[in-house]
């Protein structure tokens, strides 16, 4: 065990909760700094129409296994409930389609299915499944994943399948997203299978019973409460209301200041998003990333009782100012049940619509749901914004020798991911840096 230091987290989300239990398991003296007046960050609640719902992440991916450990080691594995069995929908200007439910990012890992037919056509699925008799040839993880999948599946398969789904999690177009964007060693998983298909139908059968996430009863937001109770458990201080103003290194040491009064350690962990990193330590270079607004709204609509478009949809092109819209109490039984017949669902809006967001949200509703919604069925709406939604990744996560970044100040987004590197890291056992 490395020397006992002291450390401070600057930013009580996931990855700063992560990041504090796992030090102070680790025999370190470690403070948390969060702004807000509660823990959670981008994995926190909102209340709408008396119901509290998870203001950001509503489940989490299941690849790799690292957040069901997680769970389990908090005590909270028997609150994972899987998504209702309905099939999420893609809505074009001219077209609506469900998308087939044997796949894996939008990958059609049965490329001949009815479903599969249905949503491309013969000749599009023809194409995809010729993925399997392709050589694979070199690739790595910084292939972009659009020129992989119109390569091996083709554009039509890419554009009505792929492209929705994954643009739809990352928030980037999809030519900008690389295979490690996706899941660090992919490409190697796509030369070891021989193909993309072969690559995702193996992905998906690891995910439990098929599923690619998996939620909690009574939101995510439960998860911020279990790590804030077990890194306090740990030893862990965690000061909400604490917002910091500057980080500055002193010799070997550093100063991080809050509301005048400078605190001092061996070393500071920043789990806050990009800008205010580079706004904390000017030394630290960020690339401008997306925002993005979600409105929730809590409506009376029985018409919405079938779920008519399954648990979401996916919207491409200019059909409608939102991106996506989830269904929730089409999505989550355990939701649905504390609803009592309301319908809540959620829409998530770019940057360039986020304005703008709450007039909308109706009518967009309509657009993507197929169903004409009034005004007089809203019982209540809410909106939040977060910037930084798909932050770039970062090359060196300890840019400056004691300073080290996590979570969205790393580049990550997701649940997933955040998780899975907790799990690699070193903090608070390895050597000092000086």
């Known amino acids: 065990m490395a020397d006992r230091r002291t450390w401070i987290v600057v930013g009580g989300g996931v990855a700063g909760l992560l990041a504090a239990r796992r030090l102070a398991r680790?025999?370190?003296h470690v403070t948390v700094l969060e702004s807000e007046p509660h823990v959670g960050g981008r994995v926190t609640g909102i209340t709408v129409d008396g119901l509290e719902l998870d203001a950001g992440a509503e489940s989490f991916a299941t690849r790799g296994g690292h957040v069901a450990g997680l769970l389990s080691d908090l005590g909270i594995a028997d609150r994972v409930v899987h998504p209702e069995p309905h099939s999420a929908w893609v809505v074009t200007s001219d077209?609506?389609?469900p998308l087939p439910r044997a796949g894996w990012l939008g990958v059609p890992t049965v490329s001949l299915g009815r479903d599969v037919r249905r949503a491309i056509g013969w000749r599009g699925a023809l194409r995809a499944a010729g993925d399997r008799f392709m050589d694979v040839g070199d690739i790595d993880d910084s292939e972009s994943l659009g020129a992989l999948a119109r390569r091996r599946l083709g554009d039509v398969a890419t554009d009505r399948l792929v492209a929705p789904?994954?643009?739809g999690i990352f928030s980037r177009p999809l030519d900008d997203i690389t295979l490690g964007d996706v899941a660090p060693g992919l490409a190697q998983d796509i030369r070891d299978r021989g193909g993309l298909v072969r690559a995702a139908s193996a992905r998906r059968a690891a995910a439990p019973s098929g599923s690619a996430v998996l939620g909690l009863d009574g939101g995510m937001l439960t998860l911020a409460d279990a790590l804030e109770a077990d890194a306090r458990a740990a030893g862990a201080q965690i000061r909400t209301d604490t917002p910091v103003g500057a980080v500055e290194r002193t010799g070997s040491r550093w100063k991080v200041w809050s509301e005048g009064e400078a605190r001092t350690a061996d070393a500071v962990v920043?789990?806050?998003p990009?800008?205010?990193?580079?706004a904390l330590v000017p030394d630290v270079a960020w690339e401008e990333s997306r925002q993005v607004a979600l409105v929730t709204l809590a409506l009376d609509a029985p018409e919405l009782d079938g779920a008519p478009?399954?648990?979401g949809v996916l919207a491409v092109g200019n059909v409608s100012g939102a991106k996506a819209l989830t269904h929730s109490t089409a999505k989550w039984g355990w939701l649905a049940q504390r609803a009592e017949g309301r319908h809540i669902v959620r829409l998530s809006y770019g940057i360039d619509n986020a304005r703008d967001a709450r007039t909308h949200a109706l009518t967009d509703a309509s657009a993507l749901l197929g169903v004409s919604l009034k005004d007089s069925q809203v019982r209540d709406i809410a909106r939040i914004q977060w910037h930084d939604s798909a932050p770039a990744a970062v090359e060196d996560r300890e840019p400056v020798p004691g300073l080290h970044l996590v979570g969205s100040a790393a580049g990550l987004s997701g649940i997933a991911a955040i998780v899975a590197a907790d799990k690699r890291s070193n903090l608070g056992t390895a050597r000092p840096t000086t």
């Not at 990009?274 to 580079?278: G, I, Q």
């Open 270 to 272: 920043l789990a806050v």
């Open 274 to 278: 990009r800008p205010v990193v580079a």
């Open 165 to 167: 789904v994954v643009q």
């Open 26 to 28: 680790a025999g370190q």
């Open 309 to 311: 478009r399954g648990t």
């Open 95 to 97: 077209d609506a389609y």
